[in-house]
Nanobody
C-alpha cells in the first residue's frame, strides 16, 4: 500500500504561480512513473503531466500546460513537484497525483481574479 498526499494548492490570480507537491509513504514511489491529473468542476478528470521514476529525466505534459508547468522529483523526500507558472482560470480544479493504481486525495487550485 502506498499513500500519496498532495499539497500546495490554493487561490491565485491569473498569471500567478503555485508549486504542488506529491509526497509518498514508500520509497517504492521513487522507481515509478508519477502522474498528475486534474478535475475541473463538472468535467472529467484529465491527465496533466507525468515524470519517470529514478532520475526523472523523462517527463511529458498535456498540450495546454506545456511550457508553463514543470515537473521535478526529490527522491530523498519521496516527493514529486509540479511547478505551475502563468496560471490561467482554466487551470482551476482539484489536482491529484497517482502512481500505479494509487491516488491521493487531491489539492484544490483556483485561478481567479
Amino acid at each position: 500500500q502506498i499513500q500519496l498526499v498532495e499539497s500546495g494548492g490554493g487561490l491565485v490570480q491569473p498569471g500567478g504561480s503555485l508549486r504542488l507537491a506529491c509526497t509518498a509513504s514508500s520509497l517504492v514511489f521513487n522507481g515509478y512513473f508519477t502522474k498528475w491529473f486534474r478535475q475541473a468542476p463538472g468535467k472529467e478528470r484529465e491527465f496533466v503531466a507525468g515524470i519517470a521514476g529514478g532520475s526523472g529525466l523523462l517527463s511529458n505534459y498535456t498540450d495546454s500546460v506545456e511550457g508553463r508547468f514543470t515537473l521535478s522529483r526529490d527522491n530523498d523526500k519521496k516527493t514529486v513537484y509540479l511547478q505551475m507558472n502563468d496560471l490561467k482560470p482554466e487551470d482551476t480544479g482539484l489536482y491529484y497525483c497517482s502512481i500505479l493504481h494509487f491516488w491521493g486525495q487531491g489539492t484544490p487550485v483556483t485561478v481567479s481574479s
